[in-house]
Every structure is written in C-alpha cells, then in structure tokens.
RNA sequence: GGGCGAUUGGCUCAGUGGUAGAGCGCCUCGUUCACACCGAGGAGGUCACUGGUUCGAUCCCAGUAUCGCCCACCA
C-alpha cells in the first residue's frame, strides 16, 4: 500500500508546513518500483495536460522500440537519458509531452509474423472477415514458404497489430519498472490505422509538392528480398572476390587489358573509361574498341572519376557493375545494356546489342545463370579465347550489402518512388544542410555525421520497397487498352480516405469489376520504406491531421532522443519531412546517445550471446541503481556494461533513504524538523546551504545544456559530503536539549560563556542549545528538500519514497530547487566552512584510525596543526567539531605549514562503554 | 583514403595551462544507537608516444601508435 493513500496520517496543503508523516523503523528499497509506478499511475502523476500551449511544453520525440525485437540493455541506457530530460523539464516547469510508439512496422515484424502464425502476405487476395490463423504461437509456426497460409495485406496488418501488441505490454511493463515517466495514455504504433494515414498523407501532399516522384532508374536491388533498397540502408563489407585481366581489341588488333572483379558483367559493358589526364590513353579516347568473347563495339571515353592508379587505370563501365557505373552511365549518356534481372540472374534472352553469331552463342551459355556461375563460365570463355591474361588474383574487395541481406547488391532498373533529399539538387541539399546547422546537437560533435551524410548523398531517398508488409502507396494507376498502367498518371485518393489500400479498396469513379482490366485500374503495388513512416513520428505521436489542437501545442518539438547509428536514416529523414512540411526543424535539440559496450569492449549483440535481459537487471540492482549506472555516461559517448556502477547506484539509493531517515529523526517527528529558513542562524549550517546553492547552480545549468552526468556528479559528490561530514558535524547540536549529547555540550557551552551568574548562564545556555538544535533541523530538512530534488530525475523511486514519509504530493512534481532562496537563507556564508571542519574532523578521525581504536574514543586533548586560511572556518565549526570528534578537554588550534589539518599531540581516552 | 571520438592508478571514468581526482577493487581498523546493501583511515598514476608553443603542458599545436565508430572505396 502506498503512503500517500493512507487516509489516516494527517494532510495538509500547505507546502511550507510539515506533516506529521511516519519515517518507516527499517528503511529499504524492496518493492519500491512497483509501488511507485501504480501510484503515478493511480495519480496521473506524468499525465500530460493538452491545455498547454506551445510555450509551456516539452515535447519529446520518443524513439519507437522495435517490438519484434526485444528490448536490451542499450535502451535502458538511452531511455534513462531520455527520461532525465523529461523529469527535469517537468519540474522546471515545463509540460512534458512524452508519448511512446512501437515501431511494429517493417520486415522483422513481417518475418515475425509469418513464423508465429504460419501466414504469408498476398495482396492480391480479398479480405477474409474473422480470419483464424492457422498456427499461433514460436514454437508451431509454418517453417517454409509453402506450408504458410497466404492472406491478405488487411488481414496480415490485422495480425501484426494483434501479436505487436502482446509484445507491447511486456514493453511497457519494462518502461514502468524503469521509471520512465511517460503518459502511457499517448502510445501509438507504427502500423496503426492513425500512423497508415499519417504516412500516406504526408506522402501524397510531397506528390503533389512535386517532392515525391517516380522514376525509371538503376537503383540497388537485393535479390534475396527481391526489392530495391535506398542508399541509407546500405552496409559495406568485405567480400572476397579475384582480379581479371582482359583484353579489348582495338582496330588495329592490339589488345588494351582492363581489370574487373565481374567478368560476367563483360556482355553489359557500354564503354571503356579512363582519366582525362592520363597519358597512357590520349590515342585512344574517341576510338572504339571490341569486347573479347561477344565482339560488341564500345566507346573508350574520358572521364574524371576514373583513376589512373586503381586496375589497369582503364576500367569496363558496365551497365551496371557499381555506383560508379551509374555515374558514367548517366554523364556520358551511354546506353541501357542490363543483364542481371531482379531475381539476380542474367537474362534469358540474348541482348540483340550482341550481333555476331559467336557472341551470341557466348551469351547462351549464360542466360539464366546466376552471377557467380556466369563468371565462372565467362572466365572459361574468356581463356579459350586467349583474352585472360595471367590468372586472375584473389583479392578483398568490399562490396554493397543490403544491412539484412547476405548476398551483394545488384544494380537494377526498376520503377521506384523517390523522395527528393538534395541527393541530385544543390539548393535542397543546401536548404537540407542549413537545417542541420539550425538544429542543436548533444554532443556537438555529432553533427559531422548529419554533415557527412547530406553532403555524400548521391541520390534522392528511394521509399518504396516491393514488400507486401508495410503502408502502402495510397495511388492508383489507370490502364490503358493493352491493359498497361499510365504510371504518369497516377489516381490519388482524398486525404479523407486514408489509410486506404489500393490493392482492396478502389478509386473514386471506378467499380471493383474494374480492376486489372483494360481500361480499368491497377493498384500500385508498392509499400514505403519504413524510414518513410518512422520519418514521421513526430506528425504520429502529435496527431497531425487527426488531432490539429494537440498538434500546434507539440509541434515543432524539442527534442529527438537516438543512437548516433541513425543519423543518416532516422534523423536525417525526419528533417526533410518537416522541411518539405512546415519549412522548419521538427524539434531544436537532438540528444544522441552512444552505444553499450561489452566487456571486450565490442558492441553489445546478441549474437555473441552477453546480452543481459534488462528485466532481470532491473529486478536485481532496483530501478534507480540502473539508471545511475545509465545516468553517468555521458551523451554520444559509448558506455561498459558495467554491473559495479549498478551496485555503486543501489548504494546511493539506499543511501538517500538512511540519510533522509536520520535527517528527519531529530526530534518526536519530523514536524521537529521546520523548513523555516528563518531558524538557520548557525554559521556551518549557512555554509553548507551556501555550498548547497553552489550544486544547485551547477546541476541547473549542466541539465539545461543535456549534460546529465555533470549534474549528478555536483549532486552526488556534495551528497556524500554532506553525509559524511555535516550530517557527523551537526548530529549532536541537532538532537539539542533532548538528545542524548546534551550534557556534554550544555556543559562545554557553559565553561565557554562569560556569565554574570551561574543561574543566567544555564538560562542563556539552554536558549542557546535551543537555537542550535532549531538551526541545524531546519538546515537539514532545507537541504533535504533540495537534494531530493536534484536527485529526482536520475533516482526518482528513492527520492519519491523519502518525499512520501514527509511532505505532501509527488517530488516529481515539484519545482526544480532554486539557488537565490538557499543563498538568502545562507545569508553570505561561505561554502568552504563545511570543507574546513571536514578535514579537521577528518583529522581527529585519523588519529583514531591509526590508534586503530573506535572512533567514540574520546580526546582527553589534542592540537590542531593546520593551514592558516582554514582557521575561521574550524572556529566557526568549533562546538560541532568537537561533539563530533568526541573531544572532552582541550581542543588547540595552531597554525603551520600544512596542506591539510593534522592533529597532534592527541590523547585518547578509554573507549565509552555503550549506554 | 577522408573524418569523428577515445587513450589518466588493477577496473570504470571525471578533470584543469601551475603540487593529479572519484568510485569500485586492494590493505588496515571499527559490530557507531541513519546506514554491514555500513563507517573511518591508507597504499596505488612519469595522465599512450614523439616533437613544438610556453617561465611552466596531462591540458594548447603538429605528428605517431592503438582502439571504436562514421563516410568513401566493387575497374
């Protein structure tokens, strides 16, 4: 049950007024997680309030977690950054809009789905109302192809909602234990029917912007998943491949060898290229030479991008062997001669480009094969012709991987949806980069990649996949009499009818008898690149369209949370959106996050079998021990895995709650324990609110510029010196009249005081031992308050269960400490009278350390050797140093050449016998 | 090949143009009435290397090495 629905303790409204809540006898951090996150459920604790305007919010543009995947350490790691942000936002005074999605959209959910309910996605078929899936379950799933059920893209949606949101409770479940202090009323997912429409209206409003266009184009194929794939999304890898060294035959019959690592390609060549410069090649430009082995006549050309020191300097433009290519390709406007089909074969007709009779009955042997067994067969050829010259030469080469795929991309012409991205225009690519400078990254240095990306673009963002999962493109086309699709007319919808899907819905002024036929229609039957969707998030989670009020208090937002491995796709992506949009960033500031790193200081993957499961992480070490341990790396900067900082967190923890206990124990209740400012009247306890401010001052400024370990470092540090110094300092005046050191220092005040007479003395003496106690109570629970503050954002379980023994609300709620009131309340003392007493106290402790005795041993007497400019503060400490040192007879200062306060001359009494 | 980051005690990391910091681990001591999921004290580093600037460099500059990452690299 939780405190603060405890009916029974005394309420009051008054913030500056104690109640007289209950300190717990044995404090712990034992189900503090799940008791915390129901009552901030309970309470609406992180409910945003959409009557705020734009000014008052900070809206935050959660990643969407995979949820085909599972969660991993990684995420906890930047989710606790995320979340820092948001709590300290929130008590800065800002309303924290922070949404979260599940990015269900893509091909791991489409592979997940297949697998769990034996179904594979065929958008030709109708809708199937009430489709029972065949299989349900890991384990029973169709294993291959052929035994899985094909169903409809609505109906496969429908299943990928249904098992995506399974997995999302498990996710959430995750996040609640974290602590992340989102409202859990705004979730949204990426295949939702809000996120579908979203997708498909910002892409039909860049159509009709002319943003968004189709075109016939070599773009990069992956002929496993039988789809293009954009330049974002690309791998380079090492991939083992041999040199060949060919002869082309000049007119005249001398040869000019090339050197290329795709023989097969050889039927595909338009042309042989050298560097302008290059000597070697002046008699040949303008001259056509012959390809060995299928005798076509090609062009040697000169161009800029070849390099004269890589292969024999000469190279064999294909089309198309690589990027390169492409760009010859198009510059030199040279001819179309493909070979390689889509599903990675050479073609099965024989190219009519190839006229003679022997190179025809070449290129029989290859039709049909794939690339590897044509260079093969082609390296036979060329051998018998005596057109290879030498063996060819094992090398490395590294070649173009789609990121999921294990085959090498082929370059392809397809028809394809692009979106333009200042890939081949210089004023958006311009427009596109002046964005990134607008934009404020954490860590800065982290924009050289927005930098890098933008400016090695060589082409617009192809977003459409030939996928059968994923939002589809909401166009039609119309179709002529031959039955063929006028792609350069497609037939959109009205944005009032999205999300639609074209192949089951139709257009506006065609029946359903109409499609596919002559004079009819076709659906396009294309899906959007996931990028194209998540580039959204911001109009998703918002309620673009859908929810215009909510939207102009969101949008543009502040802050985009993310790993730095998704600049060039996620973030990158999600400008030009917003650019194309509303001419402007979609949120000011980018927080990136670096990665987990294993003890072998590799990225954490779970191929290499370290990955710890974060539920069993969070249930060992307690939700705020995770989060300090995320909480102290740095932004942008790759963290260990290191199980020692979780330990040193859950340690913080407890101890914020042991000392708050003791702080709030002086006295009957914590009632004794005022937040009065007015009653600090002791210079330590001035000093140490003055140091106090110093922390609050630092930490403010730390978070507002993202700099969240700084903070908890000021915070952390002045923490435990405040445990181990001041709280041991000030313990004993704290008890006052009623504690139990009361004798002693009644009697040490009264052999200091000058009376006139014994009676005023003791009088003088007890108001005296009053004011103190009341100074020290109301310095701690002053302290308290701010520091269970400043704490909150990084340990919000232990500082809420403190707040909860003593004050009113949700600490979570309340305003973020202020400097200026601590400083009018320490009333120009100086910080370093609490570091004075400290090393003095530290010097007294040393004496019974190495006396090796207990450190209630008393001082009979002792001396003080110590720095000059330490002297006004130990004075001013004078009475509390000595309670806490236990010092019974004289205490002598003297000043010396030290660094720090050394005692001697120092006599220890017997040990006390416990009372 | 271009770029970004890192290199500080055994480990994980702070940090500053002027005598090097923390926590963990280690050693010693202390069952102390907030805390044994504890406290006190201590040992431990030529701040990767080589030059340069400077009165003075761990810090600034240039270069080298090693590690990680980003981009380019298929002739």
């Known amino acids: 049950m939780a405190p603060m629905s405890d009916a029974t303790r005394p309420v009051t409204t008054d913030p500056a007024t104690l109640v007289a809540r209950a300190v717990p006898e044995k404090v712990s951090l034992e189900g503090i997680e799940d008791r915390w996150a129901a009552t901030w459920q309970e309470q609406g604790t992180y409910a945003f309030d959409r009557s705020k305007s734009r000014?008052?919010?900070?809206?935050?543009d959660t990643p969407p977690p995979t949820v085909s995947g599972s969660l991993h350490v990684g995420h906890v790691f930047s989710y606790t950054h995320t979340d820092v942000v948001a709590r300290f936002q929130r008590m800065r005074g800002a309303e924290v809009f922070y949404p979260m999605g599940w990015d269900d959209n893509g091909l791991p959910t489409e592979r997940r789905v297949q697998n769990y309910y034996g179904v594979r996605c065929d958008p030709s078929l109708p809708y199937v109302e009430g489709f029972v899936p065949p299989h349900e379950g890991d384990a029973g799933g169709g294993k291959s192809a052929r035994d899985q059920v094909p169903v409809s893209r609505r109906n496969f949606i429908e299943l990928c909602v249904r098992l995506s949101g399974e997995d999302e409770q498990q996710f959430e479940a995750l996040w609640r234990r974290l602590g992340l202090s989102v409202d859990w009323s705004m979730t949204y997912q990426t295949i939702g029917e809000h996120a579908?429409?979203?997708?498909?209206?910002?892409?039909?409003?860049?159509?009709?912007?002319?943003?968004?266009?189709?075109?016939?184009?070599?773009?990069?194929?992956?002929?496993?998943?039988?789809?293009?794939?954009?330049?974002?999304?690309?791998?380079?890898?090492?991939?083992?491949?041999?040199?060949?060294?060919?002869?082309?035959?000049r007119p005249d019959g001398l040869p000019v060898h090339i050197e290329t690592t795709r023989p097969e390609l050889l039927p595909a060549c338009v042309a042989l290229i050298a560097h302008p410069d290059d000597e070697r090649y002046q008699a040949l430009f303008g001259t056509t030479v012959t390809s060995p082995v299928f005798g076509v006549e090609v062009p040697v050309l000169a161009h800029p991008a070849a390099e004269p020191d890589k292969g024999a300097g000469i190279a064999m433009c294909c089309t198309f062997g690589d990027l390169t290519d492409v760009q010859w390709w198009r510059e030199l406007q040279l001819p179309t001669r493909s070979v390689v089909g889509r599903d990675g074969r050479l073609h099965r007709d024989t190219p009519e480009w190839i006229s003679s009779s022997s190179g025809r009955a070449a290129y029989d042997e290859l039709a049909g094969k794939t690339t590897y067994s044509a260079r093969e067969a082609v390296v036979g050829q060329l051998r018998a012709a005596g057109d290879l010259d030498g063996e060819p030469v094992a090398t490395q080469?590294?070649?173009?991987?789609?990121?999921?795929?294990?085959?090498?991309?082929?370059?392809?012409?397809?028809?394809?949806?692009?979106?333009?991205?200042?890939?081949?225009?210089?004023?958006?690519r311009a427009a596109l980069m002046a964005r990134g400078a607008e934009l404020d990254f954490n860590p800065e240095f982290m924009r050289v990649r927005y930098e890098n990306w933008v400016g090695g673009l060589n082409g617009d963002w192809l977003v459409s996949r030939q996928r059968f999962f994923g939002v589809p493109f909401p166009v039609w086309y119309p179709l002529d009499d031959a039955g063929e699709p006028d792609h350069d007319h497609p037939i959109v919808p009205d944005e009032s009818a999205l999300p639609l899907d074209p192949a089951s819905e139709v257009p506006a002024g065609y029946s359903p008898e109409q499609r596919g036929v002559p004079g009819g229609f076709a659906g396009d039957p294309d899906v959007m690149d996931t990028w194209a969707t998540s580039s959204l998030s911001p109009h998703i989670a918002g309620g673009w369209l859908a929810d215009p009020d909510l939207f102009s208090r969101v949008f543009p937002m502040d802050l985009r949370p993310q790993a730095q491995d998704i600049i060039r796709t996620w973030l990158f992506s999600t400008v030009v959106r917003s650019h194309f949009e509303h001419g402007t960033l979609p949120w000011a500031h980018a927080a990136i996050s670096g990665f987990i790193l294993d003890p072998d200081r590799k990225k954490m993957s779970k191929s290499k079998g370290n990955v710890v499961t974060p539920m069993d992480l969070l249930v060992e070490h307690g939700s705020d021990a995770v989060r300090y341990w995320a909480a102290s790396a740095k932004l942008g900067?790759?963290?260990?895995?290191?199980?020692?900082?979780?330990k040193i967190g859950r340690r913080l923890a407890i101890k914020v709650l042991n000392a708050s206990k003791f702080a709030l124990s002086f006295g009957d209740s914590p009632l004794d324990v005022p937040l009065d400012p007015t009653l600090v009247t002791d210079p330590l306890d001035r000093a140490m609110l003055a140091g106090l401010a110093v922390v609050v001052d630092g930490a403010t400024a730390a978070l507002e510029s993202y700099d969240h370990t700084r903070a908890l470092e000021l915070t952390e540090s002045f923490f435990w010196t405040f445990c181990d110094d001041y709280l041991?300092?000030?313990?004993?005046?704290?008890?006052?009249?009623?504690?139990?050191?009361?004798?002693?220092?009644?009697?040490?005040?009264?052999?200091?005081?000058?009376?006139?007479?014994?009676?005023?003395?003791?009088?003088?003496?007890?108001?005296?031992?009053?004011?103190?106690a009341r100074s020290a109570r109301a310095a701690l629970g002053l302290a308290l308050d701010v520091l269970l503050r400043l704490f909150a954002p990084v340990l919000p379980f232990a500082t809420e269960e403190v707040w909860s023994w003593w004050r009113t609300g949700s600490v979570h709620r309340q305003q973020w400490p202020d400097a200026a009131t601590l400083r009018t309340v320490a009333a120009g003392a100086d910080p370093a009278v609490v570091t004075a007493a400290g090393t003095a106290l530290a010097a007294l402790r040393k004496v019974k350390s190495e006396a090796k005795v207990s450190m209630r041993t008393p001082l009979l007497s002792v001396t003080l050797a110590l720095p000059a400019a330490l002297r006004p503060g130990i004075e001013a400490a004078l009475t509390d140093l000595r309670a806490a040192g236990r010092v019974t007879g004289t205490l002598e200062l003297l000043d010396d050449e030290v660094d720090v306060p050394v005692a001697m001359a120092a006599e220890l009494g017997e040990s006390e016998p416990r009372s």
Do not use: C
Not at 637 to 646: I, R
Not at 733 to 748: D, I, K, P, S, V
Not at 763 to 768: I, K, P, Q, R
């Open 728 to 772: 041991e300092l000030v313990k004993d005046r704290a008890y006052g009249a009623g504690g139990r050191e009361a004798g002693t220092a009644a009697a040490q005040s009264l052999a200091d005081t000058s009376a006139d007479s014994p009676a005023d003395a003791l009088a003088h003496t007890l108001a005296h031992t009053l004011a103190g």
């Open 196 to 249: 579908r429409a979203v997708a498909q209206a910002a892409f039909l409003r860049n159509l009709a912007r002319g943003e968004a266009y189709q075109a016939e184009a070599p773009g990069l194929w992956d002929v496993t998943f039988q789809t293009a794939v954009a330049q974002a999304e690309l791998e380079a890898r090492d991939y083992p491949g041999f040199f060949h060294r060919v002869a082309f035959h």
């Open 637 to 646: 900067t790759d963290a260990a895995f290191e199980v020692g900082q979780m």
């Open 397 to 428: 080469r590294k070649a173009n991987f789609y990121e999921k795929g294990d085959k090498p991309l082929e370059i392809v012409t397809s028809r394809q949806w692009y979106i333009r991205n200042g890939g081949r225009d210089e004023n958006i």
């Open 55 to 60: 000014e008052q919010v900070y809206a935050i």
